[in-house]
């Protein structure tokens, strides 16, 4: 209990502290969630732990010495022509341990080039990539992971590359069906720049969160703490007594989710995330933006979910993903 406490408290406290965000940073990108089911709960989850391949990406240490042989498959419809794909897979060595390999790319489509005289010079692509590689531990009710991250960003025929790692952790309680995720996110260096004069950083990001299920609830509930090193810059029109209050300002750090176990081969997921409501909001109302819902179904060795994230009403972002448990087929040679 003096644990959770501890764990408790560092979230409160980090919810106090400040830095900046709000287009200072390149490669934000990474922040897109890469799965249906980090979309479903709202967009980021650190806490979740042995549940889902996918959210190593989220927290190295999300999936302890287990899942060894699965792989899993994402796509991401994101706006307009901008999609994002990705891949995930964990393997055990024997006495090396068990590792994990991943990427994560988001495409931003063709794009319309014009110079200063507003003269057509035809379209360009843009793109940016992510390929890490890592390892995660369990030692009794605590699990420690690291993620080494190549970096790619591309813009017509400008670059930037940049290697980064996360660090995190995840608490696992001995008795009670409740576990506590710490991460530190792109901790690293931007080694090459789009142009000389440019000056690129890393979205570093410091993220801890709680997940549990009440007993003889078929529930179980997320609360995550984000950017917590830095503040969110607030736009706001009207009065000054308009402008948000204490508690508008740290709930915009916080994400909850909450998933709808109907059993072990199906359920629901839902989650609420306030910035993006507060920040995507049209003055005659929100139009959904900040939920977003989603499910899972599992078939032999396969897993199925999907997920749709509100962030406008121009529209919303629709993910898949599909996972598979290699163990039950390739070394068995059937499903």
């Given at each position: 209990?003096?644990?959770?406490?501890?764990i408790?408290?560092l979230?409160?406290?980090?919810l106090?502290?400040?830095?900046?965000?709000?287009?200072?940073?390149?490669?934000?990108?990474m922040?897109v969630p890469s799965s249906?089911?980090a979309?479903?709960l709202?967009g980021?989850?650190v806490?979740?732990?042995n549940?889902d391949?996918?959210?190593?990406y989220?927290?190295?240490?999300?999936?302890?010495d287990?899942?060894?042989?699965y792989?899993?498959?994402?796509?991401?419809?994101?706006?307009?022509?901008v999609?994002?794909v990705?891949?995930v897979?964990?393997?055990?060595?024997?006495k090396?341990?068990?590792?994990?390999?991943g990427?994560?790319h988001l495409?931003?489509?063709?794009?319309d080039s014009?110079?200063?005289?507003?003269?057509?010079?035809?379209?360009?692509s843009?793109?940016e990539?992510?390929?890490?590689i890592?390892?995660?531990?369990?030692?009794?009710?605590?699990?420690?992971?690291?993620?080494?991250?190549?970096?790619n960003?591309?813009?017509?025929a400008y670059?930037?590359?940049?290697l980064a790692?996360?660090?995190g952790g995840?608490f696992?309680?001995?008795?009670?069906?409740?576990?506590?995720g710490?991460?530190?996110?792109?901790?690293g260096?931007?080694?090459?720049?789009?142009?000389?004069?440019?000056d690129?950083?890393?979205?570093?990001?410091?993220q801890?969160?709680v997940?549990?299920?009440?007993?003889?609830?078929?529930?179980?509930?997320?609360?995550?703490?984000?950017?917590?090193?830095?503040?969110n810059?607030i736009?706001?029109?009207g009065?000054d007594?308009?402008?948000?209050?204490?508690f508008?300002?740290?709930?915009?750090h916080?994400?909850v989710?909450?998933e709808?176990l109907?059993s072990?081969?199906?359920?629901?997921?839902f989650?609420y995330?306030h910035?993006?409501?507060?920040?995507?909001?049209?003055?005659?109302?929100?139009h959904?933006?900040?939920?977003?819902?989603?499910?899972?179904?599992?078939?032999?060795?396969?897993e199925?979910?999907?997920?749709?994230?509100?962030?406008h009403?121009?529209g919303?972002s629709n993910?898949f993903?599909?996972?598979a448990?290699?163990?039950?087929?390739?070394?068995k040679?059937?499903?």
């Amino acid at each position: 209990m003096n644990k959770i406490i501890i764990i408790a408290g560092l979230l409160f406290t980090c919810l106090t502290t400040y830095g900046q965000v709000g287009g200072r940073r390149s490669f934000e990108f990474m922040n897109v969630p890469s799965s249906a089911r980090a979309a479903g709960l709202g967009g980021v989850n650190v806490s979740l732990y042995n549940e889902d391949i996918n959210l190593l990406y989220n927290n190295p240490a999300a999936v302890g010495d287990s899942l060894g042989g699965y792989v899993s498959f994402n796509y991401l419809s994101y706006f307009a022509d901008v999609n994002a794909v990705s891949f995930v897979y964990k393997h055990d060595f024997d006495k090396w341990g068990s590792w994990y390999i991943g990427t994560h790319h988001l495409g931003y489509g063709d794009i319309d080039s014009y110079d200063d005289t507003g003269a057509a010079l035809g379209d360009f692509s843009a793109g940016e990539t992510v390929f890490y590689i890592g390892k995660s531990h369990q030692i009794g009710s605590f699990t420690m992971g690291a993620t080494l991250k190549y970096i790619n960003s591309s813009i017509d025929a400008y670059s930037a590359n940049a290697l980064a790692m996360d660090l995190g952790g995840v608490f696992k309680h001995p008795t009670l069906n409740l576990t506590a995720g710490l991460v530190f996110k792109n901790i690293g260096v931007v080694f090459s720049d789009y142009t000389e004069t440019a000056d690129s950083r890393l979205p570093f990001d410091l993220q801890a969160g709680v997940s549990f299920k009440p007993e003889h609830m078929p529930f179980r509930f997320s609360f995550t703490g984000y950017n917590l090193a830095r503040e969110n810059d607030i736009y706001y029109g009207g009065a000054d007594e308009d402008a948000p209050g204490t508690f508008d300002k740290v709930f915009r750090h916080v994400v909850v989710g909450a998933e709808l176990l109907i059993s072990k081969n199906l359920n629901f997921r839902f989650g609420y995330n306030h910035l993006i409501r507060e920040e995507l909001k049209l003055e005659d109302g929100a139009h959904g933006a900040g939920f977003s819902y989603g499910l899972m179904f599992r078939i032999k060795a396969f897993e199925f979910a999907y997920s749709r994230g509100g962030y406008h009403a121009a529209g919303a972002s629709n993910s898949f993903t599909i996972t598979a448990n290699t163990n039950l087929f390739l070394r068995k040679g059937k499903i």
